[in-house]
């Protein structure tokens, strides 16, 4: 018996997967790894943590579900989250923390870039919204106000890039890993140079492109023996988080639109143009070549409830947080839909798409005399959905969206999906046992095995039996409180850059008293 294996490098956690080759789950594993936060605008995380998290539960996972089976392990297929930066000295040791897609220290590099002819040009060629979000930037930043790491780089890598290397000794980076570096053109499929010069680096000091069913190397002797696992073993490069849950999703083609809630969020279409928008408002990453997964993110997602649920919930164990998480959903349950006029702006992480404003702050609005911790929570929620609906809906001047579904741990949960599915006014399908992201790892795998003769097909073999209607009363509700919401988001940039300047002054203050 064949199985093939996935490994998601997600922005707080690993999840590893085994799939037989009809795509039913044998086995999972799951882990979870910090981010710091040490300055206001910082986001970062430990590499070898990462590492070891990944090689023990994939240690474990073929320990319980795999070898006592007599399972071959056809394949081991990587994903990630994108827009990471790892600096690495000649060794491949890394020279301080990754920087993740959170991370908005460049602002003022992009503020600066965003505004130029070179920016909207760069922003054609690579299909990445100039934001500090983009490698480019974070390479940028390195330069100007790092310069002894920068200096010492001889790679700058992303996370996956760098699991590869601690796995195979290869330095490997794949399309839509690279194509969301701001660094890549994605029309010529090569390293662009207007950015690199930019940025101040030459090809060399990046990892070498590949296609996503590329072989990434051969697993080296130690891990052969620690894992039990021949040397034959493929390990296949594979792509990032948001590619694979697209395809996991089975929206590939005309007409298909796909949300995804994690740590953070988006809204994504899959097809053969790119999204064109003089407002530099979308992404356009490469799976294939000629197949684009295009779209917006939000910085602020799953990772707001999270953080409203470690500040406000209710700990019967504290490392229970799922529990607590439930515990508060039922009582936002409660609450009538627009939560009694109380509003939330999420931007706790600044924001992407569609505002594109770093300095973008979290605000609660509305607020009167008669809210109760319940309206708290369930304005929480909506806020998060509020700036899903709001991307999906200027996707939707671009694209002729006529099916929706939803995939991520937050997605799924179903009162965040019929939530979703007011809000949109819309049917929203889904899939609450299975992980989009891990399954569309599997479905990349397997095409590359040839059980799939394309991407396509594969894609066309996913089903979504869940389906959530929307209410018409609770959408009627939604649009009105939507309308104080955009204009909230876009009508506070003069008030989001005075606070988060302040906040950057007092920093400093602030460690003082710690």
């Known amino acids: ?185 994605i029309h010529a499929i090569r390293w662009e140079e207007d950015a690199l010069t930019y940025a101040g680096i030459t090809p060399d000091r990046l990892p070498d492109l590949a296609p996503i069913f590329t072989p990434a190397g051969r697993l080296k002797k130690a891990y052969q023996q620690s894992l039990n696992l021949p040397a034959e073993t493929k390990i296949l490069i594979g792509s990032s988080d948001g590619c694979m849950a697209t395809l996991g999703d089975g929206v590939l083609g005309e007409g298909k639109a ?32 000629n197949c684009y997964v295009s779209g917006g993110p939000t910085n602020n997602g799953g990772n707001i409830f999270e953080w409203f649920t470690r500040q406000f919930g209710d700990f019967a164990n504290p490392y229970d947080i799922e529990s607590s998480m439930q515990l508060l959903i039922e009582e936002a349950a409660k609450v009538p839909a627009g939560s009694d006029g109380l509003l939330f702006l999420p931007y706790l992480f600044g924001e992407r798409a569609p505002i594109w404003n770093a300095d973008a702050r979290g605000a609660y609005f509305g607020l009167n005399i008669k809210h109760e911790r319940q309206h708290f929570i369930r304005a929480t929620i909506e806020g998060v959905l509020y700036e899903m609906y709001s991307i999906g809906k200027i996707l939707g001047e671009q694209r002729d969206i006529k099916s929706l579904s939803v995939n991520g741990s937050f997605g799924v949960l179903p009162f965040w999906t019929q939530m979703m599915a007011d809000m949109f006014n819309r049917p929203v399908r889904t899939r609450q046992r299975s992980h989009s992201v891990s399954f569309g790892a599997f479905l990349l795998s397997a095409t590359e095995m040839g059980i799939f003769p394309s991407l396509d097909e594969a894609a066309r073999t996913v089903e979504l039996p869940d389906v959530f209607s929307p209410d018409k009363q609770h959408h009627a509700v939604y649009a009105d409180y939507f309308d104080v919401f955009e204009r909230l988001s876009g009508g506070l940039a003069g008030e989001f850059e005075a606070i988060s300047s302040l906040q950057r002054k007092h920093a400093g203050c602030s460690k003082a008293r710690e």
């Open 258 to 289: 796909t949300i995804t809630i994690e740590d953070s969020g988006a809204v994504r279409v899959m097809g053969p143009r790119v999204l064109k928008d003089e407002q530099m408002r979308f992404f356009n990453y490469l799976l294939t070549e």
């Open 1 to 185: 018996m064949e199985c093939i294996i996935t490994i998601e490098l997600g922005t707080n956690g690993v999840r590893v997967f085994a799939f037989d080759l009809e795509g039913r789950v044998i086995g999972s594993m799951k882990g979870h790894h910090p981010t710091f936060h040490t300055e206001p605008d910082y986001s970062e995380q430990d590499p070898e943590q990462i590492f070891i998290t990944t090689l023990y539960l994939l240690k474990n996972l073929l320990n319980e579900y795999i070898h006592p089976k007599k399972y071959k392990v056809a394949s081991i297929c990587l994903c990630a989250s994108m827009h990471s930066v790892l600096a690495v000295d000649r060794n491949g040791n890394p020279l301080g923390n990754a920087i993740t897609w959170a991370d908005n220290r460049a602002r003022k590099e992009a503020q600066e870039l965003r505004a130029s002819l070179l920016g909207k040009s760069l922003y054609t060629a690579t299909g990445t919204p100039i934001h500090p979000m983009s490698p480019l930037l974070k390479i940028t930043w390195m330069r100007h106000h790092d310069k002894e790491r920068f200096t010492l780089a001889a790679k700058f890598l992303s996370i996956k890039s760098y699991i590869i290397h601690q796995f195979t000794g290869e330095y490997k980076v794949d399309y839509s890993i690279a194509s969301a570096t701001g660094l890549m053109n």
